[in-house]
């Protein structure tokens, strides 16, 4: 479908222990590399993703209106895993209790909060493959399982 709007600044990202969200566990070094990794979103990673995401992502500018009133973007973070050599990620999403919290005039359906919650879980998860991909040289002893979940 895509999507045609501005790219947005990417996410500052802030000392934070992943371990407290509930959709991530991290073991191990706890050096997140936070600082290089914004300065790769900075340097071009952001930029990227974002295209690849808007080329694909299913919301409309209504939905993506609705995630750029309430700040959801500037709520990503992004983090290195050195266990599982890999670059985790936390992505904002609509609470299951929006209706009470009124969040935005235009949020009127469960059918917007689950579809865009999913893209923005779409979102980070490009981002951390063009990090990967793209950007990250970090060398690491550990050989992760092949049944890793994804964050």
């Not at 790769?40 to 995401?53: I, K, N, R, S, T």
């Not at 979102?123 to 550990?142: F, H, P, R, S």
């Amino acid at each position: 479908m895509g999507l045609d709007v501005d790219t947005p600044e990417p996410p500052e990202l802030e000392a934070f222990d992943p371990n407290e969200y509930e959709d991530a566990e991290v073991v191990g070094d706890t050096d997140f590399r936070r600082d290089e990794i914004e300065d790769f979103l900075h340097d071009g990673a952001w930029d990227c993703a974002f295209g690849e995401w808007t080329d694909h992502t299913d919301l409309d500018t209504d939905d993506y209106d609705i995630v750029t009133d309430i700040g959801l973007i500037e709520r990503f973070d992004f983090f290195w895993d050195s266990h599982a050599d890999r670059v985790g990620y936390h992505a904002p999403g609509l609470p299951e209790d929006w209706k009470q919290h009124d969040l935005h005039p235009d949020l009127d359906s469960w059918g917007t909060v689950s579809s865009i919650n999913a893209e923005l879980t779409e979102l980070g998860q490009i981002v951390c493959d063009v990090l990967k991909d793209d950007y990250i040289d970090w060398e690491t002893d550990y050989e992760p399982p092949e049944d890793l979940p994804d964050f």
